[in-house]
């Protein structure tokens, strides 16, 4: 079964430091994965994937998420972080092959302080 | 352009009542997501409609909860004599492929199901 796990509950950072959300996975075979930003009252916003190829991924709002086969994470990265990038953050990886089904983690809340 | 809408954004149901939750995907999206979201819990996944067919309910708690998609565009989520522990946020998320696993979902705002 796949699972994902986001130890931190939630990551507190000054403005215009980098920060960090970990995520971890367990899936059979090659891993699709996914972050997802959650807005008070909003849907989740897609990030960023990883599919395949080059390991440090880009995407929207100057987020970036490296993938690490051997250790089997994908953490969110951002070298300057807004006050306006505190909100609610998912990670969600699917199996390449077979289930379509994505397993979402329980979220990591970012507090960015000004 | 528009995104993922659902309504309503909010309801209250009385334990036993039956409620109907609408999602109005984005146009030419062929695939659409039901997940249940509790309070500080990632979604998790209720059912899976390609197209009018639902290939895939196994997320569903319990056979009082019933979605359909009858024209392969908006669909209906339908829990039949709501209990407490139906409350939650009800999520709808599309895609524009059928399987690709590689795509990403855009989710709607969600409905907030509280039961009492």
């Known amino acids: 079964a796949q699972s994902v796990a986001q130890p931190e509950d939630q990551v507190n950072v000054a403005e215009g430091n980098p920060l960090t959300v970990k995520c971890t996975y367990s899936v059979s075979g090659n891993p699709y994965l996914f972050w997802y930003v959650q807005y008070p009252n909003r849907g989740l916003q897609f990030l960023l994937k990883?599919?395949?190829?080059?390991?440090l991924v880009k995407g929207s709002y100057g987020f970036e998420a490296e993938f690490n086969k051997s250790q089997t994470s994908f953490h969110l990265k951002k070298p300057s972080a807004l006050v306006s990038d505190s909100a609610l953050y998912f990670c969600a990886v699917r199996p390449s092959g077979g289930s379509y089904i994505p397993t979402f983690g329980r979220g990591t809340s970012l507090i960015v302080h000004p | 352009g528009a995104g993922v809408s659902q309504s309503p954004r909010y309801k209250v149901a009385k334990r036993g009542q039956d409620v109907a939750l609408r999602c109005d995907p984005i146009s030419g999206h062929v695939s659409l997501f039901w997940y249940q979201q509790a309070l500080g819990q990632g979604p998790e996944f209720l059912t899976y409609?390609?197209?009018?067919?639902?290939?895939?309910k196994s997320g569903l708690p319990s056979d009082r909860f019933f979605a359909e998609r009858p024209e392969g565009s908006v669909s209906t989520l339908k829990i039949q004599r709501t209990q407490q522990e139906d409350s939650a946020v009800y999520l709808c998320?599309?895609?524009?492929?059928?399987?690709?696993?590689?795509?990403?979902?855009?989710f709607g705002p969600g409905t907030r199901l509280t039961v009492t």
């Open positions: 409609f390609q197209n009018e067919a639902q290939l895939d």
């Open positions: 990883y599919i395949t190829g080059d390991n």
């Open positions: 998320a599309s895609s524009l492929a059928g399987r690709q696993l590689s795509h990403e979902q855009y």
